[in-house]
């Protein structure tokens, strides 16, 4: 049996359709269902958690034994969002934990787990995509060699992965250009642009020698959020160049089509 969301309006025209997962249970022949008290009813040896986002209950806990495959290197990042609270970290390595599920918010003991270095470039897209191989890998490995016991998670170095909300996007561009670039990478970053919502959606670090190539870009006394030319913004201690935005109201775009359309030179982001 599957269980995952309820079906729910997407796309153009609002139609109802099932999740990606429920789509591809009833390809497969699996029985769907979208309340978890149909576990109730199940004689199985197991139950495989992933991303589900719900409460389960002692109940159910009591009823199966479950594993749940977790994207961070526990007890590290429990909680909702552990992809993105990585790389707002600045995290040089996270993983993938198959863990006991307990009554606690990821406070099951660990099977096995695997680890991946992070880079200043990927996107949390990008993370989440090798987070699922890799742990699709090592979920499969363990359950074809046996789980064996789960070691007892440390108490030492807990931290927690709360979800983000629109606040935890908006660029605020007095921050160092590294933190700046964090928020861009983890999807969803904005900021305002002539008093209307302005999406950053990949940006990147600008080069030494176009700094040095004009005096008026090293000056501290250039307000954060300062357009210069080519999309440059100034950050807080340096700054950074836009390579695709999205204005409200229109379509993705290059930073560049977007400058040469609006011509912000000299205006600030964020006013």
Same mark, same amino acid.
């Given at each position: 049996m599957v269980v995952t969301a309820a079906d729910t309006r997407r796309g153009r025209g609002s139609a109802v359709t099932p999740s990606p997962v429920k789509a591809v249970a009833m390809e497969l022949g699996l029985t769907v269902s979208e309340d978890p008290q149909d576990v109730l009813s199940l004689d199985a040896d197991l139950g495989v958690v992933v991303a589900y986002g719900r =409460?389960?209950?002692?109940?159910?806990?009591?009823?199966?034994?479950?594993?749940n495959l977790h994207f961070s290197l526990l007890p590290r990042w429990r909680g909702a969002a552990p992809v993105e609270r990585a790389i707002l970290a600045g995290d040089a390595q996270t993983g993938v934990c198959v863990m006991e599920v307990a009554e606690g918010l990821d406070t099951g003991g660990i099977y096995a787990q695997a680890e991946i270095d992070l880079d200043d470039r990927v996107t949390a897209a990008e993370? %989440?995509?090798?987070?699922?191989?890799?742990?699709?890998?090592?979920?499969?490995?363990?359950?074809?060699?046996?789980?064996?016991?789960?070691?007892?998670?440390?108490?030492?170095?807990?931290t927690y992965a709360h979800k983000l909300h629109a606040p935890d996007a908006q660029l605020l561009w007095d921050s160092p250009s590294e933190l700046l670039l964090r928020r =861009? %990478?983890? /999807?969803?970053?904005?900021?305002?642009?002539?008093?209307? %919502?302005?999406?950053?959606?990949?940006?990147?670090?600008?080069?030494?020698?176009?700094?040095?190539?004009?005096?008026?870009?090293?000056?501290?006394?250039?307000?954060?959020?300062?357009?210069?030319?080519? /999309?440059?913004? %100034?950050?807080?201690?340096?700054? =950074?160049?836009?390579?695709?935005?999205?204005?409200?109201?229109?379509?993705?775009?290059?930073a560049s089509d977007w400058a040469n359309g609006a011509r912000p030179g000299g205006e600030v982001l964020g006013e």
């Open positions: =409460i389960i209950s002692s109940q159910l806990l009591d009823h199966l034994n479950m594993v993370l %989440r995509d090798q987070l699922v191989s890799l742990g699709s890998d090592l979920l499969l490995d363990q359950l074809h060699q046996g789980l064996g016991e789960a070691i007892p998670q440390s108490e030492v170095g807990v =861009i %990478r983890v /999807g969803g970053a904005w900021t305002s642009f002539r008093q209307k %919502r302005f999406k950053v959606l990949s940006a990147q670090t600008v080069q030494v020698d176009v700094l040095e190539g004009d005096p008026s870009m090293r000056s501290a006394q250039v307000a954060p959020g300062t357009l210069a030319a080519a /999309g440059l913004v %100034r950050t807080g201690d340096s700054w =950074i160049e836009l390579l695709r935005v999205q204005p409200e109201g229109k379509a993705a775009m290059s």
